[in-house]
C-alpha cells in the first residue's frame, strides 16, 4: 500500500496546524508547499517535526547549482523527509542537489506539473509532442541519472516510470481524487486505488480531505479503498 501525505495547502500555520489537529493521529505525513512556506517559513516545518510528523517539503526548487545546493541543505537541516527540485535546471543542478542531500533526504525530481495538458505543454516548449507520458518518462530517467531518489508524476505516467526506472525508485503522486471530487486545477487525475494499483509509492492528498466536511473520515475513506478486496469489512 502507498504511503498518505495529507497536503497542508492553506494560507497560514494557523489554518495547517489546525488540520493537523482536526486529523490528529489519523496522519503523519504531511506536505508544506509554496505558498505555505513563503508566508509562514521553516517555523510551520518545526512545528510539525515537534509533533512528530513527517514533513514532504514541495518548494520545486529550480536555480542555480549552487543555490539549490544551499537550499538542499538548509533542508536537510530542518529535518523533512521528501524535497522537490525541478529536473529543468538541468543535470548539474541535479547531481550536486543530490551530493548536498548526503542521503538524509530524499530529492524528487519534479517532471511535468499535474496541471499541464498536452497543449499546454507544446506551447511551453514551441513544438508539437508525441505524448505526454514520454515526456514525463523522459524527464524522470534524467532524474534517476542524476541522482534523485524519485519523481513526482501524475497518475496517468505511474506504469509507464515503473517498467522503465524499477519497483526502488520513488514516484510521489499527486491528483488524487475519491469518485465524484472536483478535480479543480488538475488535469491529469485518478483515484487513490488506481494511482496505488499503477504503482506510485505516495500518494498526496489535498482538498479531496482538508475541503471534506469529516477531514478524518475521509481519510480514512480512501485507506480503505486501498485495502485488498474483502479485507475493508474485516
Given at each position: 500500500?502507498?504511503?498518505?501525505?495529507?497536503?497542508?495547502?492553506?494560507?497560514?500555520?494557523?489554518?495547517?496546524?489546525?488540520?493537523v489537529?482536526?486529523?490528529?493521529?489519523a496522519?503523519?505525513?504531511?506536505?508544506?508547499?509554496?505558498?505555505?512556506?513563503?508566508?509562514?517559513?521553516?517555523?510551520?516545518?518545526?512545528?510539525?517535526s515537534r509533533?512528530?510528523?513527517?514533513?514532504?517539503l514541495d518548494?520545486?526548487?529550480?536555480?542555480?547549482?549552487?543555490?539549490?545546493?544551499?537550499?538542499?541543505?538548509?533542508?536537510?537541516?530542518?529535518?523533512?523527509?521528501?524535497?522537490?527540485?525541478?529536473v529543468a535546471?538541468?543535470?548539474?543542478?541535479?547531481?550536486?542537489?543530490?551530493?548536498?542531500?548526503?542521503g538524509r533526504?530524499?530529492?524528487?525530481?519534479?517532471?511535468l506539473?499535474?496541471?499541464?495538458?498536452?497543449?499546454?505543454?507544446e506551447?511551453?516548449?514551441?513544438?508539437?509532442?508525441?505524448?505526454?507520458?514520454?515526456?514525463?518518462?523522459?524527464?524522470?530517467?534524467?532524474s534517476?541519472?542524476?541522482?534523485?531518489d524519485?519523481?513526482?508524476a501524475?497518475?496517468?505516467?505511474?506504469?509507464?516510470?515503473?517498467?522503465?526506472?524499477?519497483?526502488?525508485?520513488?514516484?510521489?503522486?499527486?491528483?488524487?481524487?475519491?469518485?465524484?471530487?472536483?478535480?479543480?486545477?488538475?488535469?491529469?487525475?485518478?483515484?487513490?486505488?488506481?494511482?496505488a494499483?499503477?504503482?506510485?509509492?505516495?500518494?498526496?492528498?489535498?482538498?479531496?480531505?482538508?475541503?471534506?466536511?469529516?477531514?478524518?473520515?475521509?481519510?480514512e475513506?480512501?485507506?480503505?479503498?486501498l485495502?485488498?478486496?474483502?479485507?475493508?469489512?474485516?
Amino acid at each position: 500500500m502507498p504511503e498518505l501525505i495529507v497536503a497542508l495547502d492553506f494560507a497560514s500555520q494557523a489554518r495547517a496546524l489546525a488540520m493537523v489537529d482536526l486529523l490528529d493521529e489519523a496522519a503523519d505525513f504531511y506536505k508544506v508547499g509554496l505558498e505555505l512556506y513563503t508566508r509562514s517559513g521553516p517555523g510551520v516545518v518545526r512545528e510539525l517535526s515537534r509533533r512528530d510528523k513527517r514533513v514532504f517539503l514541495d518548494l520545486k526548487l529550480h536555480d542555480i547549482p549552487n543555490t539549490v545546493s544551499g537550499a538542499v541543505r538548509a533542508a536537510t537541516d530542518l529535518g523533512v523527509e521528501l524535497l522537490t527540485i525541478h529536473v529543468a535546471g538541468g543535470g548539474r543542478m541535479m547531481r550536486v542537489a543530490a551530493e548536498a542531500a548526503e542521503g538524509r533526504v530524499a530529492l524528487l525530481g519534479v517532471t511535468l506539473l499535474t496541471s499541464l495538458s498536452s497543449g499546454d505543454v507544446e506551447d511551453m516548449w514551441g513544438r508539437p509532442i508525441s505524448s505526454l507520458r514520454k515526456q514525463v518518462v523522459r524527464l524522470a530517467t534524467l532524474s534517476q541519472e542524476n541522482g534523485l531518489d524519485g519523481v513526482v508524476a501524475s497518475p496517468q505516467e505511474v506504469q509507464a516510470l515503473r517498467r522503465r526506472l524499477g519497483k526502488e525508485f520513488l514516484v510521489v503522486t499527486p491528483g488524487i481524487r475519491l469518485p465524484g471530487v472536483d478535480v479543480n486545477d488538475q488535469a491529469r487525475v485518478a483515484t487513490p486505488s488506481e494511482a496505488a494499483g499503477a504503482g506510485a509509492s505516495h500518494l498526496v492528498l489535498g482538498r479531496t480531505v482538508t475541503a471534506a466536511a469529516d477531514p478524518a473520515a475521509a481519510l480514512e475513506k480512501v485507506r480503505r479503498s486501498l485495502e485488498p478486496a474483502g479485507k475493508s469489512g474485516a
